[in-house]
């Protein structure tokens, strides 16, 4: 191990410790800290977390939302792929964004969104 | 303790293990672009649905897609030749991250693997060798190397618990994704079982076994067979193969990261047990 010019002056070698120790331990904490977290927050949940490290370890072959559209001739399912700038992550919630582009549809009198998670709720647009 | 830390915190180490790092780094950074190259021009375009992150807000919507892509290239080139590589490293830092965080939609691991890669490299020295052979230019500080290892331990760790969990080991979690020629020529029954546990133990096995220099050599080797075995069995996904880009390059890092750790721990057992000398400051080879 060779040590840089701040071995030189034991105060500057010293300051550079503590920059270095708080960087590095700032670093490592946040790091372990927010998979951590995330995992907490799933639990024994279906859906993935965001930022969590899970690769290919959750079950959901299909999405985590379905979306149901009610307009005065009835409900049909609605492939909202289209409406999206990729594919459907299972991480992600997509009804507060959704349902509200959804009811912007003057037909459309209700959107019921079904969650792996939450359950099925029906929101009505007008 | 605090003396071990002050030495540490002023070690060096050679640069040919970080120049390895950003070459593979800058490989597995255009390879990601390269998947999402597609979702550029609606990724930015503000006529369409976005769904936002808290704090970014709508800020980065309408950015020029081209600008973005353009910042991202020309980072990855200096990295790959080694020309102001910290420059290299922001350019494809804020050009991934503004990608990313325009859209929780783009959110995929391989991307934010990039993303805090890249903000170690913007700490790192990683040009003090211009090419993973050498020569040095000079030494590089060694508690970003550290990071850098510590950040893939990291994953490995999290990535190989999760393993673990029970709907993983009745392999419900893998059976879904299997695809490939592969997986039709083998049709045994109790192949995601199998390929969970493997990959499991391998990403456990990895994340300690790199730090060591006896196991070092096989971790990469399994570490390689990992990634391999994921794109050849399991189901495409666009940042599969920039995950492993990034996952490898950080496996040059533990030679860097270790050196100066293993001496201090020389030197602590020396201090325990009188009878040997401590040993002396040496200037450690990149490969140590």
Redesign the interface.
Known sequence: ????D??DDPRR??R??VW??L??GG??AI??AV?AIA?VERGGKPRPR??????????L?APAESFTVTTASGSRAVDVRP????PM?R??R?AP??VP?LCEDPAVLSVTVTDVESGTTTVACR | MIAAWERLASATVGGRPLAATRVLYAIGALWLLRTDHRRFATGFDPDRLHLDWPLVGGHLRGLPPTLVEGAWVIGALLLIVGIVPRVGAAAVTLSAFAFYAVDRQHYGNGGYFIVLIGMLLVLADSGASATPWGPDRRRASWWPAFLLASQLTIVYLYAGVQKFRHSSLTGDTIAWQLHGPLVDRIGWSHLPVALNLLGGIAELFCAIALWFALTRKLAVVVGVILHVGILCFLRWSPDMAAFAFASWSLYPAFWAASGPLAEELARWRAARSPADPAPEPVRRSATA
């Open positions: 191990m060779e040590a840089g701040a071995s070698r010293r550079r410790a270095v120790g960087v590095v670093w490592l790091q372990l998979p995992l965001t930022f969590a490290w899970q690769m290919f370890s959750h079950q072959e409406l999206l700038t990729g992550r991480e992600i997509y964004a959704l582009k």
